[in-house]
Nanobody, 127 residues
Framework: QVQLVESGGGLVQAGGSLRLSCAAS????????MGWFRQAPGKEREFVAV????????LYADSVKGRFTISRGNAKNTVYLQMNSLKPEDTAGYYC????????????????????WGQGTQVTVSS
């Protein structure tokens, strides 16, 4: 089992920044690719970003490319999502997820690929 706890969400004006954190516990963190997803009311959960277990590879949704940066600190068992130039359409619940990838250094964008999920943190961007 892997437990994931997100933090760092809040209310911010358009153009502002937030940094989300996701703390993991329970298994060897470096064996997991870590992803961020988001879900707005009435919409399906969508992929935001993912980082490979080693941190060498990343992948972003087109809607956030150039504005968001995913990173990880394996020594701290934490993955981060730095969000800059926020827009009202970024408003959503943000969820981190872990995918077991021991022996592989890959990135995955499908929510169905992931084994564990956090409870989410709300991000609201006002116009």
């Amino acid at each position: 089992q892997v437990q994931l706890v997100e933090s760092g969400g809040g209310l911010v004006q358009a153009g502002g920044s937030l940094r989300l954190s996701c703390a993991a516990s329970g298994r060897t963190f470096s064996n997991y690719a870590m992803g961020w997803f988001r879900q707005a009311p009435g919409k399906e959960r969508e992929f935001v970003a993912v980082i490979s277990r080693t941190g060498d590879n990343t992948l972003y949704a087109d809607s956030v490319k150039g504005r968001f940066t995913i990173s990880r600190g394996n020594a701290k068992n934490t993955v981060y999502l730095q969000m800059n130039s926020l827009k009202p359409e970024d408003t959503a619940g943000y969820y981190c997820a872990a995918k077991s990838s021991s022996g592989r250094v890959g990135v995955w964008a499908g929510a169905y690929e992931y084994d564990y999920w956090g409870q989410g943190t709300q991000v609201t961007v006002s116009s």
